[in-house]
T-cell receptor
Framework: GENVEQHPSTLSVQEGDSAVIKCTYSDSASNYFPWYKQELGKRPQLIIDIRSNVGEKKDQRIAVTLNKTAKHFSLHITETQPEDSAVYFCAASQGGGSYIPTFGRGTSLIVHP | NAGVTQTPKFQVLKTGQSMTLQCAQDMNHEYMSWYRQDPGMGLRLIHYSVGAGITDQGEVPNGYNVSRSTTEDFPLRLLSAAPSQTSVYFC???????????????FGEGSWLTVV
């Protein structure tokens, strides 16, 4: 089955800095890569996703890049703000098929004011 | 449109007791799943269902049972609670998606379970 590795497990940055979270996956059949944000005590919620036919996708201060050859994808957050502090999960799945996504272990992002 | 609703939000159980976590979704999603979240372990899949009458095991199924008699409901049963089952449980649902669309997962608000 699919295996998703996520690094780092904790990331501490100063407000205004950029943050990068990296994930690798093992199954070359995976073609859908969502990122979820979980604030303290809340449920995970989708913030951005990318499909395998796209190399990069941006939404305001967040962007996701995908390297299919190397089987890794990354979340980039620019101009971080304290409200970006949360746990971020990457996932990989065969979107469109009868497959449940596999999640990474999560990255706790702390943005210091 | 309530999305994914799970109950109870908090529960304390004694070792050996059984209980059911309820989950319902009103988005007509085919896929439903249960995850447990423990510190440093991320979201681990317990059981999942790809449609009414169909269930399958995930990564950590031992000690849990599920059934899917309707599209809307996917209850999780703890058969004989153990302290190792102390965790936060999330129910989730998604549609099948297509080759060109996302199959976004929608999570419930979570159930905090403590087994003493």
């Amino acid at each position: 089955g699919e295996n998703v590795e996520q690094h780092p497990s904790t990331l501490s940055v100063q407000e205004g800095d950029s943050a990068v979270i990296k994930c690798t996956y093992s199954d070359s059949a995976s073609n859908y890569f969502p990122w979820y944000k979980q604030e303290l005590g809340k449920r995970p919620q989708l913030i951005i996703d990318i499909r395998s036919n796209v190399g990069e996708k941006k939404d305001q201060r967040i962007a996701v890049t995908l390297n299919k050859t190397a089987k890794h994808f990354s979340l980039h957050i620019t101009e971080t703000q304290p409200e970006d502090s949360a746990v971020y999960f990457c996932a990989a799945s065969q979107g469109g098929g009868s497959y449940i996504p596999t999640f990474g272990r999560g990255t706790s992002l702390i943005v210091h004011p | 449109n309530a999305g994914v609703t799970q109950t109870p939000k908090f529960q304390v159980l004694k070792t050996g007791q059984s209980m059911t976590l309820q989950c319902a979704q009103d988005m007509n999603h085919e896929y439903m799943s249960w995850y447990r979240q423990d510190p440093g372990m991320g979201l681990r899949l317990i059981h999942y269902s790809v449609g009414a009458g169909i269930t399958d095991q995930g990564e950590v199924p031992n000690g849990y049972n599920v059934s899917r008699s309707t599209t809307e409901d996917f209850p999780l049963r703890l058969l004989s609670a153990a302290p190792s089952q102390t965790s936060v449980y999330f129910c989730a649902s998604s549609d099948a998606g297509t080759a060109k669309s996302r199959n976004t997962i929608y999570f419930g608000e979570g159930s905090w379970l403590t087994v003493v």
